[in-house]
Each structure stands twice: as structure tokens, then as C-alpha cells.
């Protein structure tokens, strides 16, 4: 299995990394994808990757939550670090209206200069979005061609807006929220092409039942592999390669 997005370069996870990356390893994860959340934790991020890397890959990007009057520092960084290092994608970048509507028009200017980067880099890119689909898609329209791809993170809409993702060349980024009581996509996501479908964690945070409410850690993409495989009658064997497939579509590798 890949875990096609966890932050286990935070703070959350300083004191044991070794022992979470030995657990995620002994269920069977065989990759990680750090996406970036701004210049903060670039160096943590590489500190990471060096220390495993066969099993760890970065991307760049800023986080729309980081965005501020100061974003145009950090897409300068973001431009000055995609030529360093061989990132795997541009994110997580995007719209959220949930944690801050201030920077509304910053935030669009951001994801559309990230999108610009990725496009002209032949990158996929990782999209964050929480209250902002309408918004979201609005950008990627004036953008849509053959290189803009990637995945939504965490995706926790309806069925007609899995539809419009796929239909933009982009994968589900499925996570605990799948096993949530309350989550609902798990009433609808077996209509959604399984090939459409990768992992993801996003630890430390949205662990999945019934760890909920406490940090998540990659181990944990066993549980929402299992719960997949539930709800589109396959083998947890069948999940696991059938997702990592599409992940390796997604970031080449």
C-alpha cells in the first residue's frame, strides 16, 4: 500500500518516527508522500526523506491555510525549491473557507500560480479543499488540459462532485473520514471506478475509527484499505494493488 498523503514530518511525531514508520511497514505500507504546507517545515520534511529514503517522497507547496499577506514569499520559495530537489508533486495547495475566508483572493491567486508551476513542470498537483468545491472548480476549468492532473486530499463531497473530479483527470484521496458514522461517502463510493481511488492518511490528523480523536499515524491505512475493500466487495489483497496502481499513475512511481 502507499500512503499517498501524511504530514510525519510534524511535531506529532518526533519523538517515536522510527516506531510509526516501522508499524505503517509491518502492515504492509510501502510509501509515503509528505506534502508541504509552506517553507516552515521544508527542512523537516528533507530531514525526513533522508533519513528514509526509499520509502519517503516530498512534494512543494503552500497550504492555503498559510496563506497571508506574506504568501508571495512563500510562492518564491515554492519556485526557488522546485528547481533543488526532485519533488513529486505540487501541494497540498488549494482553497479552504472553513479555517479562513480573509485571504479568499490570495488564496486563489496562490492555487492559480501553484497550478501554472505544476502544469509547467509536468507535475501532478494535490488539492486541499474544505467548504470551496464550487470555488475549486471554477480555477481548474480556465486551466484544464492534458498535464493538469492529481488528487483531491481528502475528499469528502457528493457523488456528482466525485463525477466532476474524474472527469478533470483527477483521483479521490480516501481517508478515516470513509469510516466515520457520519462521514457518508461510504453510502455512494462503490459507484466511483475503483481505479479512480488512492490511499491516504493524512496524519496526524482524521484518524479512523476507532482510533478517531487521537493522532493517526500511516499504520492506519490498513483500516480504510479494509473498509474499501467492504464496500466494493474485493479482497484487501485486490484494494491494496489496485490502489497502489493508481497512486504509481499519479506520482509515477
Known amino acids: 500500500m502507499i500512503d499517498t498523503h501524511t504530514h510525519l514530518y510534524l511535531e506529532q511525531f518526533r519523538d517515536d518516527i522510527d516506531d510509526v514508520i516501522s508499524r505503517a511497514k509491518a502492515v504492509g505500507v510501502e510509501k509515503f508522500y509528505l506534502p508541504s ?3 516552515k517545515y521544508n527542512k523537516s520534511m528533507h530531514d525526513l526523506e533522508k533519513k528514509f529514503p526509499d520509502d519517503i517522497f516530498c512534494m512543494i507547496g503552500l497550504h492555503p491555510c498559510s496563506v497571508d499577506d506574506n504568501f508571495d514569499l512563500e510562492l518564491d ?16 495547495i488549494g482553497i479552504d473557507l472553513f479555517h479562513e475566508k480573509k485571504y479568499f483572493d ?3 491567486i496562490a ?6 508551476l ?7 498537483i494535490v488539492i486541499h479543499s474544505r467548504d470551496s468545491f464550487d470555488e475549486i472548480f471554477e480555477v481548474l476549468e480556465k486551466f484544464k488540459c492534458e498535464k493538469l492532473r492529481g488528487i483531491f486530499h481528502c475528499f469528502t463531497g457528493n457523488i456528482d462532485q466525485a463525477r466532476r473530479i474524474i472527469d478533470l483527470n483527477f483521483h479521490l484521496g480516501i481517508g478515516g473520514v470513509l469510516t466515520f458514522k457520519n462521514g457518508k461517502i461510504s453510502e455512494f463510493l462503490n459507484e466511483i471506478p475503483i481505479n479512480k481511488i488512492v490511499l491516504e492518511t493524512d496524519s496526524p490528523y482524521l484518524a479512523p475509527s476507532p482510533y478517531r480523536g487521537t ?3 500511516s499504520s492506519y491505512l490498513k483500516i480504510i484499505a479494509d473498509k474499501l475493500a ?18 504509481i499513475k499519479v506520482f509515477g512511481d
Open 37 to 39: 504546507i509552506s517553507s
Open 230 to 247: 467492504e464496500i466494493y466487495n474485493l479482497k484487501i489483497d485486490e484494494i491494496s494493488k489496485i490502489t497502489q496502481q493508481n497512486s
Open 118 to 124: 505544476a502544469i509547467e513542470n509536468d507535475l501532478p
Open 106 to 108: 490570495q488564496q486563489v
Open 77 to 92: 520559495f515554492v519556485k526557488k525549491k522546485i528547481k533543488e530537489h526532485n519533488y513529486k508533486a505540487i501541494g497540498e
Open 215 to 217: 493522532r493517526n499515524e
Open 111 to 116: 492555487f492559480e500560480q501553484q497550478i501554472k
